[in-house]
């Protein structure tokens, strides 16, 4: 079997910064995706790298790898550098030879392929679902009128995005346009043919602003896990049309086990862990996070009051990208309230004595992955912090060390007698513990009575979480992830967390993934009386079920524009749905 490598410095893919390195934004004028020295020097090192490490796999050298591609959708940037191009593509024949095939993929559009290809490295188009492909293909022959034929990327479903359903492309429709692109003697690659997972800080964003979820599940033949779908069975019979050979043995998918509820109990509030594992920089005006070589998570800022404030504006239109207020007063810590980047919410109010500490710790939710606004991508506060109109100076900067520190402190700290939890609002740590009395399975970790925060399983930062704008509920865990005997949650919640009562402290290990929902504060009450595993979730419609009663959080029905809907999609993912598209 043959592969088309994509060996690339830049890779989008809805990655953190399309998979380029943070510390490159430390000079705030560089020009990504372009022959700016301060890039292009560090792509050729890093490139002569990995070409060394892939020029043994190649086929000439008896490999798999039969060609290589350069950049990644390059037509879609507005730099339109081909000496940029170029120097990659000079970069790769020198590391690899000149009887490499190199090639580009591009959007459908003689616009894309205008910047996006050069002598010498072989264009390919990429697009979705079509029933007049050699239409698209068309487009590929303008600048290759002989060669195969490929779409580099089909789009077997669709990203997400916070705040927006999960995405999905109707299977029938899939498979039939493979179907018509292979009879064609297309090559095709499927993007995705799994979904995937993006654990830690890696998501991307979109512009205008909107951060990716931590499922990739993108409606792939196979799910996050791997999972074996209808999709992938139908486009397992297209391919055989063509191919006997797709017919090969299915393995079965991974057992998914619910381990059931954890209780968590309350540790400290991120101040207390900040002031227990970071040291604080001085400087007269804020810090990016670049500006501190802490690229990802959290940083903490800290100003000392010089007089009393009685319902004070204070701006953050320079928060990347997301800012959670706090005060502190003598030992009681409140929380003001949370900003958003690119919105009509970048102010707060708030009152405080002199000497009183405002607080304010910013999320980067990702930077920016395509498109020309991957060069304005400093996180943290980017610009000066105005108290009703005038700069606040003087702070304190604390780099959050997440990854690195929060299992020993949360360790530490909870081995200590439990205190109550804080105001709901502040942003807090709390810990678990449960038992697997034999070899781990994956598993999903339902967080519906929660906010928003990041997930830590035995050390490993699973992801973030934000149940309530969704559409993402449950976050994956891989076994490789769990261990047989006792393992360790630890979550950090930022916005609101429901351990008022320790009844309703508590997250839930389910067997089933839930990535198509949102949660209102008033699920609360039906999760914690009721099974969760029989709560009910239609796009961005909650409702509970109990036998044949069913308890509402919002309409008691479907509406009618969602039952009908539910037909039309039922229609469209049938073979008569082919006909009527």
């Known amino acids: 079997m043959g592969i088309c490598k ?13 998979g380029l390195p943070a510390w490159l934004l430390k000079n705030p004028n560089i020009k990504v995706r372009t022959t700016d ?94 029933y007049n492909p050699q239409k698209n293909f068309d487009i590929q022959r303008h600048k290759e009128p002989k060669g195969p034929l490929v779409n580099s990327e089909y789009y077997t479903g669709w990203l997400d995005h916070w705040g927006q359903n999960h995405s999905t492309v109707p299977t029938a429709a899939v498979a039939k346009s493979l179907d018509l692109m292979l009879a064609l003697g297309a090559n095709v690659n499927m993007y995705m043919f799994e979904g995937g997972t993006n654990f830690g800080f890696w998501n991307g964003a979109n512009y205008p602003y909107h951060p990716v979820p931590t499922s990739y ?32 043995k299915i393995p079965p998918s991974t057992p998914k086990v619910a381990y059931g509820k954890v209780q968590m109990i309350f540790v400290e509030s991120i101040i207390s862990y900040v002031d227990g594992t970071s040291k604080p920089i001085k400087s007269k005006y804020p810090l990016n ?40 007063s003598g030992n009681i810590v409140s929380s ?64 959050v060390n997440i990854d690195s520190d ?68 449950r976050l994956f865990v891989p076994k490789y992830v769990l261990k047989e005997g006792s393992n360790i949650i630890a979550l950090i919640e930022l916005e609101r967390h429901p351990c008022d009562s320790m009844e309703h402290c508590y997250i839930t290990f389910c067997d089933k993934p839930l990535i198509n929902s949102t949660v209102s504060p008033g699920d609360i009450s039906l999760q914690v009386h009721g099974d969760i595993d029989k709560t009910v979730y239609r796009g961005n ?18 509406s009618l524009f969602q039952m009908v809907y539910n037909i039309v999609m039922k229609i469209v993912e049938s073979k008569w749905g082919v006909l009527l598209l």
């Open 37 to 130: 020295p301060d890039y292009l020097q560090p792509v050729e090192r890093w490139m002569t790298k990995l070409y060394s490490v892939i020029s043994p796999l190649l086929y000439k050298n008896g490999g798999p790898i039969i060609t290589v591609q350069i950049e990644n959708e390059y037509g879609s940037y507005p730099a339109c550098d081909y000496t940029y191009l170029e120097t990659l593509r000079d970069i790769a024949r020198k590391n690899l030879g000149t009887d490499v095939v190199l090639f580009s993929t591009d959007g459908d559009g003689d616009g894309y392929l205008k910047c996006g290809t050069i002598e010498g490295v072989y264009a390919t188009v990429d697009f979705g679902i079509t």
């Open 406 to 473: 929060i299992m020993n402190r949360q360790l530490m700290m909870s081995s200590s007698k439990p205190t109550s939890a804080l105001d709901s609002r502040l942003p807090s740590v709390f810990t678990g513990k449960f038992e697997i009395t034999d070899e781990p399975n994956d598993t999903y970790l339902d967080m519906s009575l929660w906010t928003k925060g990041q997930m830590f399983v035995n050390g490993v930062n699973i992801g973030r979480y934000w149940p309530s704008l969704g559409p993402q509920v």
């Open 289 to 328: 996070m670049e500006d501190i070589d802490h690229y990802y998570g959290f940083i903490l800022y800290e100003h000392q009051l010089k007089s009393a404030v009685s319902h004070g504006k204070v701006d953050l239109s320079g928060a990347r990208d997301r800012a959670y207020v706090m005060t502190k």
């Open 6 to 18: 994509f060996i690339l410095a830049y890779i989008c893919a809805e990655w953190e910064f399309g």
């Open 541 to 558: 419609l909650t409702y509970f079920e109990t036998g044949t009663k069913t308890q509402n959080t919002g309409n008691s029905k479907l």
């Open 336 to 399: 003001v309230g949370v900003t958003e980047r690119d919105s009509n919410n970048v102010t707060l109010t708030f009152s405080g004595k002199a000497d009183d500490s405002l607080f304010i710790l910013v999320e980067n939710q990702a930077r920016i992955n395509y498109g020309g606004q991957m060069n304005n991508n400093l996180k943290g506060l980017i610009s000066n912090v105005t108290l009703n109109g005038m700069n606040l100076t003087d702070w304190l900067i604390y780099p």
């Open 217 to 248: 599940d993108y409606d792939a033949p196979l799910t996050e896990a791997g999972d074996i779908t209808d999709k992938y069975m139908q486009l397992r019979n297209t391919v055989a049309k063509y191919n006997p050979g797709a017919r090969m």
